[in-house]
């Protein structure tokens, strides 16, 4: 119902249907994120140390895939790994873990210093912020904050 909305809004604007309505729909959700996003970090938190507290759930063996966003296996392509990756497997096994918000931004900000030791400063900016807004806990996504642990969502 909200995507219809969008896209009869866009229609009468002057430019392309397409770009209006997904920007529309971009803005709102960025907004949402805004206004909910500490309630939900919190609570997120919350949710993945009820987890590890609980005897009866252990964490999975440790994986990774390198450095996420593509990255490795965009250098895989050309029979190498990034420069920097070493920096990312540390990340991983750091938040493959999990543990407290405060644990998360130090293991971001040792990400970045490590990258940047690597000699790729910009890069480094870049890692934090994705890592920062893409890496909390208890999203479902395979790269979040306590990936090791089993059923961490926040809807039950």
């Known amino acids: ?20 309505w997904l920007g529309a729909l971009l803005v709102t ?7 909910t996003s500490r309630l939900c970090l919190a609570d997120s938190y919350q949710r993945l140390l009820e987890i590890t507290s609980n005897p009866d ?5 440790f994986t990774t895939d390198g450095c996420s966003g593509g990255m490795s296996t965009l250098w895989s392509l050309f029979d190498q790994s990034p420069v920097w990756e070493y920096c990312c497997i540390l990340h991983d096994k750091v938040y493959w873990q999990g543990g407290t918000a405060q644990q998360r931004l130090k293991a971001d900000n040792n990400l970045q210093q490590c990258v940047i030791q690597a000699g790729y400063p910009r890069l480094a900016d870049l890692m934090y912020h994705a890592v920062r807004a893409g890496g909390g806990p208890c999203t479902g996504l395979p790269w979040r904050w306590g990936y090791g642990w089993p059923h961490c969502t926040l809807i039950e």
Request: aromatic share 10%; net charge positive.
């Open 57 to 61: 759930v252990t964490i999975a063996p």
């Open 1 to 20: 119902m909200l995507i219809e909305e969008y896209k009869s809004l866009a229609k009468a604007s002057k430019h392309s249907s397409k770009p209006c």
């Open 29 to 35: 959700t960025l907004v949402f994120c805004l206004f």
